[in-house]
Antibody
Framework: QVQLQESGPGLVKPSQTLSLTCTVS??????????WSWIRQPAGKGLEWIGR???????NYNPSLKSRLTVSRDTSKNQFSLKLSSVTAADTAVYYC????????????WGQGTLVTVSS | QSVLTQPPSVSAAPGQKVTISCSGS????????VSWYQQLPGTAPKLLIYETNKRPSGIPDRFSGSKSGTSATLGITGLQTGDEADYYC???????????FGTGTKVTVL
């Protein structure tokens, strides 16, 4: 059973960089046919796919966030991370880490989510 | 702004059936499998349907998925109060090179 747990600051100041880490257990960020992904959800709104890193290290990003976004993995810690720069209040949301299947577009495991608020 | 469109809400009495549509295009639904997710209040989304019409272990057969052209549909039969949740469709968009979600549909059991 794969488990994912998000961690990071719950409050980030405008113009700064939002950084989150997802720790994976029961699976490996460096093997298998899976992507390790980030999704966010502003309060009362829908899901927005942010980006992902493949087990071999390649990445895909949401075009609307690409200029501010870095998703990477740390194989030694079995973690993957999200860095979103130049944040504004519009980046306030619950951020989920998740696992996506490589062979078909399905997210089969989700973290519980962590609320990140952008405010001074 | 999502590329997949769902009705904001659907409702029905207990025991009845509801269907939720997910409308896209040839760059997403038209050429890819579709997944469906259930999000109960205050919780993370949960996989409900994958590969358009398959159910993960533990998901009852009251939930079903289908696709025709550039639209997909989630069906829920024998509606229960525990089915009250937000439902999202999802797939890959080859034009965006990104995963995409639907706008979400709130199911209410009357």
């Amino acid at each position: 059973q794969v488990q994912l747990q998000e961690s990071g600051p719950g409050l980030v100041k405008p113009s700064q960089t939002l950084s989150l880490t997802c720790t994976v257990s029961g699976g490996s960020v460096s093997s298998g046919s899976y992507y390790w992904s980030w999704i966010r959800q502003p309060a009362g709104k829908g899901l927005e796919w942010i980006g992902r890193v493949y087990t071999r290290g390649s990445t895909n990003y949401n075009p609307s966030l690409k200029s501010r976004l870095t998703v990477s993995r740390d194989t030694s810690k079995n973690q993957f991370s999200l860095k979103l720069s130049s944040v504004t209040a519009a980046d306030t949301a619950v951020y989920y880490c998740a696992r996506e299947r490589e062979w078909e577009p399905t997210i089969d495991y989700w973290g519980q989510g962590t609320l990140v608020t952008v405010s001074s | 702004q999502s590329v997949l469109t769902q009705p904001p809400s659907v409702s029905a009495a207990p025991g009845q059936k509801v269907t939720i549509s997910c409308s896209g295009s040839s760059s997403n639904i038209g050429n890819n499998y579709v997944s469906w997710y259930q999000q109960l209040p205050g919780t993370a989304p949960k996989l409900l349907i994958y590969e358009t019409n398959k159910r993960p272990s533990g998901i009852p057969d009251r939930f079903s998925g289908s696709k025709s052209g550039t639209s997909a549909t989630l069906g829920i039969t024998g509606l229960q109060t525990g089915d009250e949740a937000d439902y999202y469709c999802g797939t890959w968009d080859s034009s965006l090179s990104a995963s995409v979600f639907g706008t979400g549909t709130k199911v209410t059991v009357l």
